[in-house]
């Protein structure tokens, strides 16, 4: 059980509050049907599901209910960073 | 080592103070093997048993960054049952099943197997469609199954709340009487003894760092305790495989999550058979030992981290307590998590890789124990023969791309 900030709401709430929505950057192909099976196979079910320093994603689902971007840990559950998308990640 | 397990030997260690022999002996890693297993779960051992028993394959080593039964073999809530909807599905853990039935024998170790019946309860109009439905498809593929109705379940554990007032009341369940426990962390030092026996070196603290891939075949393993080389690599380490398949630079259709569970105060036998709700979401049975064994349900974020968010633990012990109020006093004495790996289909993944010489018995997800002695065994005979195992067959990683998920997914009653 972790506390997470909404980047909208600009408030920290229970994690109760929120819903994992994934891993964060797994963009469509931009022309699915010009694609091998593979490279859907890749898209739709394959996943980095990295040990450590990780992007996904949330929603706020009983807030604001947007999706926005987390970076969390995957060892220590601690949060690093939260972004809302498009914004500059970099730093 | 103790060469077998026997009256003769239990009297004679009896009668001399309790002199036995180690189980299994702490070896030292060799610089090459014939096949290497990552991973001295279950499963793992399983399958370098089955290797050295059945496919003629002796030079063997069983990598475990940790101790034998000290990972998710462990951790679970030993529930085993074949009742699976999908003809894929359940032939593989009715095969299983048919292991469990014999496995304290032929491994010379009591692993306590005890087949004392597993209720899936329906609580819904739609939960009894899915259940009557699961239990013809069982019954077609020659596993035992049955449809009772609330009233039966209420002669048979009488501290069940069968009651109409209940949230979400009990309408009956599928009974497989075949189903039942064993106790896991025997499970783990009985295939671990009986595979050292057969010449199986099992290497406990050592962990893999590294996976040696050369012009698309496998070549060995980098290790905490030095480098040992294979051409054949079988790679069994649950919540971990993603990280294994990475140092290979491989990538799987699955994700980690957390799964816990929780056992009581040791009590006099009140629950003599297994209940689980998929519905409510709680399973539970009661060991030899007598503490309520309580399983709960995943995280939804990935974690590596062996434990979750307590709401998870509390909505399962609500659960429990709707179905049994006279519990509402027990007091909990422990609570774990593990970390297992789910796939999308909810089904595992047994299957070779692009590399040569690399197999991957993974995806097990939520109920890998039940699976033990039948994993083990397909994932054997596939890494012997460079081909999949009949049974193993369906459950290739081309799934995926192929689009012939098995959809076993709420479908066969699971709570895992």
Known sequence: MFLIHCPYCNEEREQEEFSPAGEAFIARPEAPEDISDEAWADYVFYRTNHKGDHWEQWVHSNGCRKYFMVERSTITHEILKVAAFGADISE | ?416
């Open chain 2, 1 to 416: 080592m103790q060469k077998k397990y026997s009256w003769y030997s239990l009297l004679k260690a009896g009668l001399s103070g309790q002199d036995w022999d180690q189980a299994i002996p702490l070896v030292e890693p060799k610089s090459k093997y014939d096949v290497i297993i990552i991973g001295g779960g279950g499963h793992g051992l399983a399958t370098a048993y089955y290797l050295a028993k059945e496919c003629g394959i002796t030079n063997i080593a069983v990598v475990e960054k940790g101790y034998i039964g000290g990972g998710n073999t462990a951790r679970n809530t030993t529930i085993i049952r074949s009742n699976y909807l999908r003809d894929e599905a359940s032939s593989l853990y009715e095969h299983s099943m048919q292991l469990w039935e014999g496995i304290s024998e032929d491994l010379n170790f009591n692993v306590m197997f005890s087949q004392r019946g597993v209720y899936n309860l329906g609580h819904t109009l739609q939960d009894m469609r899915d259940i009557e439905r699961r239990v013809n498809a069982n019954m077609l593929n020659g596993v035992d199954a049955q449809v009772v109705t609330a009233k039966e379940i209420k002669e048979q554990i009488p501290i069940i709340n069968t009651s109409q007032n209940a949230r979400y009341p009990i309408m009956g369940s599928s009974y497989q009487p075949r189903g039942g426990v064993a106790r896991h962390d025997g499970v783990a030092w009985g295939f671990a003894r009986a595979a050292a026996m057969l010449g199986v070196d099992i290497i406990q603290d050592c962990e893999v760092i590294g996976i040696e891939v050369e012009e698309g075949r496998v070549k060995g393993v980098n290790t905490t305790r030095g480098d040992i080389m294979a051409d054949r690599i079988g790679c069994v380490s649950a919540g971990h495989s993603s990280v294994i398949a990475k140092m290979a630079g491989l990538r799987l259709p699955v994700e980690s999550h957390p799964l816990q569970a929780f056992v009581s105060e040791a009590m006099k036998p009140v629950l003599h058979t297994v209940v689980m709700s998929n519905a409510v979401h709680g399973y539970i049975s009661q060991s030899d030992k007598g503490d309520l064994v309580i399983g709960a349900g995943i995280d939804g974020y990935s974690s590596y981290a062996q434990r979750g968010a307590s709401r998870i633990i509390e909505h399962s012990a609500a659960a429990i307590l709707e179905m049994f109020p006279i519990f509402s006093r027990v007091r909990m004495n422990r609570q774990w998590g593990g970390i297992v790996d789910v796939c999308p289909d909810a089904c595992p993944i047994i299957s070779p890789t692009k590399i040569q010489g690399l197999y991957f018995n993974c995806g097990w997800g939520t109920g890998g124990f039940k699976a033990t002695p039948g994993s083990g065994h397909v994932f054997a005979h596939t890494i012997a023969q460079d081909k999949q195992h009949p049974l193993a067959k369906p459950f290739h990683l081309d799934r995926f791309t192929t689009g012939a998920l098995i959809d076993e997914h709420g479908a066969a009653g699971v709570a895992h």
